[in-house]
T-cell receptor
């Protein structure tokens, strides 16, 4: 069955430090992958997406993600974290065989230390 | 401005009292869906609709109903709410059932339901 795993439930980094959030997927065909961010009390905002082509994807707010088929991973990175990046981050894959459903990981909550 | 609007944003109610959460999109999207978000579980799809009068179950449809009488609206109905339906709910829409590189799903701001 298709699934998405985010191994880290909660991560704390210092402001200015680099960040990597992990995402592993299980999907038989070519996956279409997304990262969403949810700030407290807010909805989901799309950070970036991978459909095909270049495996290093640039997104908004200085984020990037790299698709690695051999590792079934789509990790999110940012070189220098800002306090405003504190939020919950969700990785997702779209399942075209099930009505275009997004399959989400469990989420990773990011805290940023001053 | 393109948006998905959910109402209410917050609701506290009691077991068994029917409620409806509305969802409206202004982008003429064909595809709409409902998700619930629970700690440690991420978001799970409840129902989806590929067009007017076309709806289907997602992963966790028990206890919910939906309707799609108009393209822009996709209400979520809890006929007899129970405490296990306490959750954060999101409505989403996209131009078609196949999110594409240029047309991902748009999400509403969420509705937090508490069923006592």
């Amino acid at each position: 069955a298709q699934s998405v795993t985010q191994p880290d439930i909660h991560i704390t980094v210092s402001e200015g430090a680099s960040l990597e959030l992990r995402c592993n997927y299980s999907y038989g065909a070519t996956p279409y992958l997304f990262w969403y961010v949810q700030s407290p009390g807010q909805g989901l905002q799309l950070l970036l997406k991978y459909f095909s082509g270049d495996t290093l994807v640039q997104g908004i707010k200085g984020f990037e993600a790299e698709f690695k088929r051999s590792q079934s991973s789509f990790n999110l990175r940012k070189p220098s974290v800002h306090w405003s990046d504190a939020a919950e981050y969700f990785c997702a894959v779209v399942n075209y065989n099930q009505g275009g459903k997004l399959i989400f990981g469990q989420g990773t909550e990011l805290s940023v230390k001053p | 401005e393109a948006q998905v609007t959910q109402n209410p944003r917050y609701l506290i109610t009691v077991t068994g009292k029917k409620l409806t959460v509305t969802c409206s999109q202004n982008m003429n999207h064909e595809y709409m869906s409902w998700y619930r978000q629970d700690p440690g579980l991420g978001l799970r799809q409840i129902y989806y609709s590929m067009n007017v009068e076309v709806t289907d179950k997602g992963d966790v449809p028990e206890g919910y109903k939906v309707s799609r009488k108009e393209k822009r609206n996709f209400p979520l109905i809890l006929e007899s709410p129970s405490p296990n339906q306490t959750s954060l709910y999101f409505c989403a829409s996209s131009p078609s059932r196949f999110p594409s590189s240029n047309q991902p799903q748009h999400f509403g701001d969420g509705t937090r339901l508490s069923i006592l």
